[in-house]
């Protein structure tokens, strides 16, 4: 684990949450690198807001993207090859640590390299708060779902979007 990488990625994330005005609640805590940890220390912390999930997705072509979904949800190759133009699998460790520097189990949506594509799973808009891993393990950020938008619109990457599903809406999860 590069330490200096992850600080790194971490401040990029308090910079973004700043230069965005974004009001966001922040948690230390033992490393999250599984979901065992990650509901355990839920519980304990008393969290409400939504659990983010971020894949880090490859392509034949050598492009990579991350995949901005809720917690639950599976990745649908279907859906994602019908935006991107070619069919998706998940990168391996080594490939994601070479390309964005994030530990895996803990893989931050924000801060990443310019040419990495963020998909937004439009599911997460529908939620009032939502949470994720700015980097460091140790660390969770939660802030309201309804400055998604603002992050996601300041930050240097393409960004795509999957429409929303009706099985992944707040009343049915």
């Known amino acids: 684990m590069n330490q200096?990488?992850?600080?790194d990625i971490f401040q990029r994330?308090?910079?973004?949450?700043?230069?965005?005005?974004?009001?966001?609640?922040?948690?230390?805590?033992?490393?999250?690198?599984?979901?065992?940890?990650?509901?355990?220390?839920?519980?304990?912390?008393?969290?409400?807001?939504?659990p983010t999930k971020s894949?880090?997705?490859?392509?034949?072509?050598?492009?990579?993207?991350?995949?901005?979904?809720?917690?639950?949800?599976?990745?649908d190759t279907k859906r994602v090859k019908a935006l991107m133009g070619q069919r998706p699998s998940i990168?391996?460790?080594?490939?994601?640590?070479?390309?964005?520097?994030?530990?895996?189990?803990?893989?931050?949506?924000?801060?990443?390299?310019?040419?990495?594509h963020v998909i937004l799973d439009e599911s997460l808009l529908s939620f009032e708060s939502l949470m994720y891993t700015p980097g460091l393990p140790e660390f969770t950020f939660a802030f309201p779902a309804a400055h998604l938008t603002a992050l996601l619109d300041a930050l240097p990457n393409p960004i795509l979007r999957l429409p929303l599903l009706e099985s992944l809406s707040p009343s049915n999860s």
């Open 91 to 116: 990168a391996s460790d080594d490939e994601m640590i070479a390309a964005i520097g994030c530990v895996p189990g803990a893989v931050c949506p924000f801060g990443l390299p310019e040419d990495i």
């Open 4 to 7: 200096e990488a992850l600080n």
């Open 55 to 75: 894949l880090f997705l490859r392509f034949k072509s050598g492009d990579f993207a991350l995949l901005l979904t809720h917690k639950n949800a599976r990745l």
């Open 13 to 50: 994330n308090v910079s973004l949450m700043e230069a965005c005005g974004v009001t966001y609640e922040q948690w230390q805590h033992e490393p999250i690198l599984d979901f065992d940890t990650d509901l355990r220390v839920g519980e304990q912390l008393g969290w409400t807001a939504t």
